[in-house]
C-alpha cells in the first residue's frame, strides 16, 4: 500500500490565525516532503526531511514551520499567512534518497485559502 | 540548471485514438525520471519510475521509454478516466531529492 494521508482536506484561515497541515505514512518511508502547488503549475519543493531531520529547506518564509515528530509524521505549522499563500500543499514521502528508494508517492493535499 | 519540458500542453482525444506525450529534459547527471498523473484538486499519482535509457515500463493502457534526451509516455486506446494532467519530473544525481517538474501535459479523451 502506497498511502499518504493528509488533513484537513480545506482550511481557510486569516492572515492572523495560527493552523497546522498534517500528514501521515505508514509505509516505513524514512523521507518526507512539503511542495506548494499553485493552480496550472507543478508543485515547488518547500522542505524535505530525511530520517527525522530537516535536510532541505528552500528558502521558505519563516511563517511557514515544518515538524516531524516521528517517522510516520509530518507536520507544517502556519502562522501569519499572506493570500498569496493560498495554493494546494502536497506531502510526499519516498523510502530513501538515493539508491533506487527515490520514489515519491503523494499524498491528496490541503487546499489552503488565506483570507 | 535542470529544466524539464513537456509537450504538447494540452491534448484532446477521442476514446481509442492512440498518441504520445512527450518530456525533454536536461539533466547533469540523472538519477531518475517519473511520470504521474493528477486529476483536478488532488495529489499527483505515481505511475513510473525510469533509471536508464533504453528501459521502458508498462501499467494498463500507458507505456513509458525513456532515452537519453526525451521520455514518451504512450496511450494505446485511451479511455475518458485516463483525461487527466501527466506531470513528467526529474532527479539529478547531485541534488538528492528535489524533483523537477515539467508543467505537464493535459490530456483530455472524449467519447
Known amino acids: 500500500d502506497t498511502e499518504v494521508t493528509q488533513t484537513p482536506k480545506h482550511l481557510v484561515m486569516g492572515m492572523t490565525n495560527k493552523k497546522s497541515l498534517k500528514c501521515e505514512q505508514h509505509?516505513?518511508?524514512?523521507?518526507m516532503y512539503w511542495y506548494k502547488q499553485k493552480a496550472k503549475k507543478p508543485p515547488e519543493l518547500m522542505f524535505v526531511y530525511s530520517y527525522e531531520k530537516l535536510s532541505i529547506n528552500e528558502s521558505v518564509p519563516s511563517r511557514f514551520s515544518p515538524e516531524c515528530p516521528n517517522s510516520s509524521l509530518l507536520n507544517l505549522h502556519l502562522h501569519a499567512l499572506q493570500p498569496e499563500d493560498s495554493a494546494l500543499y502536497l506531502c510526499?514521502?519516498?523510502?530513501?534518497?538515493?539508491?533506487?528508494?527515490?520514489?515519491?508517492?503523494f499524498g491528496p493535499g490541503t487546499r489552503l485559502t488565506v483570507l | 540548471e535542470d529544466q524539464v519540458t513537456q509537450s504538447p500542453e494540452a491534448l484532446r482525444l477521442q476514446e481509442g485514438e492512440s498518441s504520445s506525450l512527450n518530456c525533454s529534459y536536461t539533466v547533469s547527471g540523472l538519477r531518475g525520471l517519473f511520470w504521474y498523473r493528477q486529476d483536478p484538486g488532488k495529489g499527483p499519482e505515481f505511475l513510473f519510475t525510469?533509471?536508464?535509457a533504453g528501459e521502458e515500463k508498462e501499467k494498463e493502457r500507458l507505456k513509458a521509454t525513456l532515452t537519453k534526451k526525451e521520455s514518451f509516455l504512450h496511450i494505446t486506446a485511451p479511455k475518458p478516466e485516463d483525461s487527466a494532467t501527466y506531470l513528467c519530473?526529474?532527479?539529478?544525481?547531485?541534488?538528492?531529492?528535489?524533483?523537477?517538474f515539467g508543467t505537464g501535459t493535459r490530456l483530455q479523451v472524449t467519447l
Open positions: 525510469l533509471y536508464s
Open positions: 509505509m516505513g518511508h524514512r523521507a
Open positions: 510526499a514521502s519516498s523510502q530513501g534518497i538515493g539508491g533506487g528508494t527515490d520514489t515519491q508517492y
Open positions: 519530473a526529474v532527479l539529478n544525481t547531485g541534488t538528492a531529492s528535489k524533483l523537477t
